[in-house]
């Protein structure tokens, strides 16, 4: 295991549900991150977050909303999605967002909106 | 544009054989590149790490080479096993802004 951990594991939700999903890293990094794995495409950067503040965000759609209460979690809040929507969402957290270190990835949420 | 490509898009081999995987890139300014493993409904987990000055690391039967003129890596697994079954992703970070700028994999099948 990476020690980062991500729930839940799959969520199927309808385009007019509001869901969330969590991830919780135990390794004492200060940089936490949301990426979006839709197939056959590179990992897409969402959202950088460090000690629990904002610190890149890539043009993503409104319906996706991100929070950082601490340092050690981190959450996706997901309302009025899309079909294409539907993808593997990791979390990844690292020492320092500024520095070259390495990136340790939860096991993802596999999300599908009907 | 800060491109990585792989190649092949996707492997089938036998347990036992060697294979090699390619990535080239146009990332720049260059820091470092790394090789994952991302075994099915599971994130990455890194492989290797090669900066600017190295041109082999080894982990295991994994061996990741760099030629930072070409800007090309590969990497070769030795004697392949079931559970070398994955998607192998190469990302290159950038000196600056450590920017991950990710491939798409190589999704490796090993038969028995």
């Known amino acids: 295991e990476t020690g980062v951990t991500q729930t839940p594991r799959h969520l199927v939700m309808g385009m007019t549900n509001k869901k969330s999903l969590k991830c919780e890293q135990h390794l004492g990094h200060n940089a936490m991150y949301w990426y979006k794995q839709s197939a056959k495409k590179p990992l897409e950067l969402m959202f950088v977050y460090s000690l629990e503040e904002r610190v890149e965000n890539n043009s993503v759609p409104s319906r996706f909303s991100p929070e950082c209460p601490n340092s050690s979690h981190l959450f996706l809040h997901l309302h009025t999605l899309q079909p294409e929507d539907s993808a593997l969402y990791l979390c990844?957290?690292?020492?320092?967002?500024?520095?070259?270190?390495?990136?340790?990835f939860g096991p993802g949420t596999r999300l599908t909106v009907l | 544009k800060n491109q990585v490509e792989q190649s092949p898009q996707s492997l089938i081999i036998l347990e036992g054989k060697n294979c090699t995987l390619q990535?080239?890139?146009?990332?720049?300014?260059?820091?470092?590149l790394r090789w994952y493993k991302q075994d099915t409904g599971r994130g990455p987990v890194s492989l290797t790490i090669?900066?600017?000055?190295?041109n082999t690391k080894s982990n295991g039967r994994y061996t990741a080479t760099l030629d930072a003129d070409t800007k090309q890596s590969s990497l070769h697994i030795t004697a392949s096993q079931l559970s070398d079954s994955a998607s192998y992703i190469c990302?290159?970070?950038?000196?600056?802004?450590?920017?991950?700028?990710f491939g798409t994999g190589t999704r490796l099948k090993v038969l028995a």
């Open positions: 990535c080239n890139y146009t990332v720049s300014p260059f820091s470092n």
């Open positions: 090669m900066t600017f000055s190295e």
């Open positions: 990844a957290s690292s020492q320092d967002f500024r520095q070259v270190d390495e990136q340790f």
């Open positions: 990302v290159v970070i950038t000196s600056g802004t450590y920017k991950y700028i």
